[in-house]
């Protein structure tokens, strides 16, 4: 949330950050850009790739960085895993030193898509919370930090596995055995690989849940990302 006072012509734009590497300046040529996503959206609903790569090809013949980014976050490419990856793949030729940051960028934005549709589908208010610290924090490290605060009576690592069979028991994430417990909750604190626990693959495989079971070395955020993170959850 941004609370401004007065208009301040020297700070703007307030650019659009794409975690964890891009931000863009979201009116440049906006209403040309909008009008071009639109119609590639057209040649996508006949549901032929060729067309739509042809199409694609023609409205942006040179694509700019900000150009592909926009080609990458296109709901007929976003939508569907395959098509995702070979425009991944075909942005990777076209800015090969940005290819990374790309890729990262955008395979977050979609699993933060994801996590705000399980969001709305999801009704209690304590799966609510878990759900946000998936889609505000990037790592376990922190969201075990966040469970412990706000449950303080429980294990985070079991408080996250309880939240999660809630939601399992509902359909909306894969289903956790009974018996699966105990390892979810040891891939949850570091102590097991999620390789390991082969009967939980199906939940282990989930994009939405991927930092509650990442590296608790990746992607350390600076102390004021973290703030911001702790005043957008605690508003809940």
Not at 80 to 101: C, I, K, Q, S
Request: charged letters at 25%; glycine letters at 2%; a neutral charge.
């Amino acid at each position: 949330m941004v609370i401004r006072t007065h208009h301040e012509t020297v700070v703007e734009p307030q650019f659009e950050y794409h975690y964890p590497y891009i931000a863009i300046d979201p009116f440049f040529l906006k209403d040309l850009r909008t009008r071009q996503q639109r119609s590639i959206e057209v040649f996508a609903r006949t549901g032929r790739w060729a067309l739509l790569e042809r199409a694609i090809d023609t409205v942006w013949p040179e694509p700019t960085l900000a150009e592909t980014f926009d080609i990458l976050h296109l709901p007929a490419i976003i939508s569907d895993p395959t098509r995702l990856d070979r425009t991944l793949a075909r942005a990777a030729d076209r800015h090969p030193a940005f290819a990374v940051e790309m890729a990262a960028a955008t395979r977050e934005d979609l699993r933060r898509q994801k996590a705000s549709l399980l969001f709305r589908q999801v009704s209690g208010t304590d799966q609510r919370f878990l759900i946000a610290l998936l889609i505000n924090l990037p790592n376990a490290e922190l969201i075990l930090h966040y469970l412990a605060t706000e449950f303080p009576g429980e294990a985070p690592a079991a408080t996250a596995a309880r939240l999660l069979a809630t939601i399992s028991a509902t359909g909306h994430l894969p289903a956790i055995p009974e018996a699966e417990v105990a390892n979810l909750i040891a891939v949850i604190k570091g102590q097991r690989k999620p390789a390991e626990a082969t009967e939980l693959s199906p939940l282990l495989k989930e994009e939405v849940l991927q930092p509650l079971f990442s590296d608790r070395t990746q992607f350390r955020p600076h102390p004021a990302m973290a703030e911001r993170a702790h005043s957008a959850i605690s508003a809940r």
